[in-house]
């Protein structure tokens, strides 16, 4: 019972929905007032959050076969297929859902993440450039979607989708570098083609990259201590990522703390929103 539980967490990620389904919750917050649960957060937060459990099921079928090869956390799937169709399935609700409550570009946000997912373990997951940018763009469009479900656009918006978009593109070149035993003969990754080093270099470039557009966010927030320090963290823990990636052999820990700079801006954007 406890491997079949550990199996489904495995598979299903339940921190990464929750987390999208709150990331999109918190800037639709900020994009269309203070009331909390008004149908279109609450639309937009369920159809993002069904999007990234979809996103998760369907890849670990389509997918099966790198899982097995990943000698670190290998993920056996005996129903390949199924889980391929229950993704289809949540996908399918996903969109229903922006259909019902959304206006018609965050249904397109919802078709764009099913589609890309859809053809990535395929198609766009074999090189390099697809790869890392699909996946990148699929980590952005909570906040897309949180902000096409408002009314307005707050100044802290653009910044952020260019915060998250570096940041899940240096994670994705990370996660490249861990991968790269299970990706040899399957994918031309970043790192096999470039090295460990080349690969590393471009994702504190990357990461780099996130920490100019946080600083560019911190010295634009002038009304709050508590965003300003969020924001602050965030810069932080980006320029200590990028230091690792330049100069040290091995990326460590550093794919987890980026999740810490992303998860600190979240929380500065939902500060943000309940303050106005």
Same mark, same amino acid.
């Given at each position: 019972? =406890? &491997?079949?539980?550990?199996?489904?967490?495995?598979? @299903?990620?339940? +921190?990464?929905?929750?987390? *999208? /389904?709150?990331? $999109?919750?918190?800037?639709?917050?900020?994009?269309?007032?203070?009331?909390?649960?008004?149908?279109?957060?609450?639309?937009?937060?369920?159809?993002?959050?069904?999007?990234?459990?979809?996103?998760?099921?369907?890849?670990?079928?389509?997918?099966?076969?790198?899982?097995?090869?990943?000698?670190?956390?290998?993920?056996?799937?005996?129903?390949?297929?199924?889980?391929?169709?229950?993704?289809?399935?949540?996908?399918?609700?996903?969109?229903?859902?922006?259909?019902?409550?959304?206006?018609?570009?965050?249904?397109?946000?919802?078709?764009?993440?099913?589609?890309?997912?859809?053809?990535?373990?395929?198609?766009?997951?074999?090189?390099?450039?697809? =790869? &890392?940018?699909?996946?990148?763009?699929?980590?952005? @469009?909570?906040? +897309?979607?949180?902000?096409? *479900? /408002?009314?307005? $656009?707050?100044?802290?918006?653009?910044?952020?989708?260019?915060?998250?978009?570096?940041?899940?593109?240096?994670?994705?070149?990370?996660?490249?570098?861990?991968?790269?035993?299970?990706?040899?003969?399957?994918?031309?990754?970043?790192?096999?083609?470039?090295?460990?080093?080349?690969?590393?270099?471009?994702?504190?470039?990357?990461?780099?990259?996130?920490?100019?557009?946080?600083?560019?966010?911190?010295?634009?927030?002038?009304?709050?201590?508590?965003?300003?320090?969020?924001?602050?963290?965030?810069?932080?823990?980006?320029?200590?990522?990028?230091?690792?990636?330049?100069?040290?052999?091995?990326?460590?820990?550093?794919?987890?703390?980026?999740?810490?700079?992303?998860?600190?801006?979240?929380?500065?954007?939902?500060?943000?929103?309940?303050?106005?």
């Amino acid at each position: 019972m =406890k &491997n079949k539980l550990l199996w489904l967490h495995k598979i @299903t990620r339940p +921190v990464g929905f929750l987390a *999208a /389904g709150l990331g $999109t919750w918190v800037v639709a917050l900020v994009s269309n007032g203070p009331d909390i649960a008004s149908a279109n957060k609450i639309a937009a937060a369920v159809s993002m959050g069904l999007s990234c459990l979809a996103a998760s099921i369907y890849h670990y079928g389509a997918a099966h076969y790198m899982y097995q090869r990943k000698w670190y956390d290998p993920v056996e799937v005996k129903q390949p297929r199924l889980l391929v169709a229950c993704g289809v399935i949540i996908f399918s609700l996903s969109i229903t859902i922006a259909w019902m409550y959304l206006p018609a570009n965050c249904v397109g946000i919802a078709v764009f993440n099913a589609v890309a997912i859809s053809f990535y373990a395929r198609i766009f997951s074999k090189t390099w450039l697809t =790869k &890392n940018l699909i996946i990148a763009c699929v980590c952005t @469009t909570p906040i +897309v979607l949180g902000w096409w *479900a /408002g009314s307005h $656009t707050p100044a802290i918006l653009p910044f952020a989708c260019g915060i998250v978009f570096f940041a899940h593109l240096a994670r994705e070149i990370i996660k490249d570098v861990q991968d790269i035993r299970a990706n040899h003969g399957v994918r031309i990754t970043l790192p096999i083609k470039f090295g460990i080093t080349g690969a590393m270099r471009l994702a504190g470039g990357s990461i780099t990259t996130s920490a100019y557009f946080a600083s560019l966010l911190l010295y634009q927030n002038r009304t709050s201590p508590a965003v300003a320090g969020l924001i602050a963290t965030a810069v932080c823990v980006f320029v200590w990522v990028a230091m690792t990636l330049f100069l040290k052999p091995t990326p460590g820990r550093t794919q987890k703390w980026i999740t810490v700079g992303v998860y600190s801006l979240i929380l500065s954007v939902m500060v943000t929103g309940l303050q106005h």
